[in-house]
């Protein structure tokens, strides 16, 4: 694989990072934004390139297996997203975030691996959950908290 196309591939993963940590900074206010999602894609994409680079050139030498690398990845994220979460009363926040934060990771990975339009749809995809679900799940809550109210 040629420089010029991994550094597509890095840059794609980081723009794709970026654009779902957007909502998160704007709309949610969470302190995990557009830097933090775009680094976790990144650096996602960073490992997986790796892994499949040497994976590639010691084929047959030693006995290497790229998935450890997205193996270590999902439980490195899982890491800091449990960072970002924290219980106020009896309630969880954070954990939204943390979710997104775990798929900008697989983002990541997956534009690492050469699949880009499953990228691309999976980040308008969790572009649709943060902004489509924000509003449909707040008017269920209202309509349903009403509904307990009234009886």
Avoid at 95 to 108: H, K, N, P, Q
Avoid at 125 to 131: K, P, Q, S, V
Wanted: glycine letters at 14%; hydrophobic letters at 55%; aromatic letters at 12%.
């Amino acid at each position: 694989m040629s420089e010029v196309i991994m550094f597509g591939q890095l840059f794609l993963s980081a723009l794709l990072g970026l654009v779902v940590g957007t909502e998160r900074a704007l709309v949610a206010k969470q302190s995990a934004g557009m830097r933090t999602f775009a680094l976790v894609s990144l650096g996602s994409c960073l490992f997986t390139l790796a892994g499949i680079t040497v994976g590639g050139q010691y084929l047959g030498y030693v006995n290497f297996d790229p998935t450890r690398v997205m193996s270590a990845i999902v439980q490195g994220v899982g890491f800091i997203g449990a960072g970002l979460m924290f219980v106020q009363g009896s309630s969880v926040h954070g954990i939204t975030t943390a979710a997104g934060l775990w798929v900008s990771a697989a983002l990541g990975v997956l534009v690492g691996t050469g699949m880009y339009s499953l990228a691309i749809f999976a980040a308008a995809l969790t572009l649709l959950i943060f902004f489509g679900l924000w509003y449909i799940e707040h008017a269920f809550k209202k309509w349903y908290h009403g509904h307990v109210e009234d009886e």
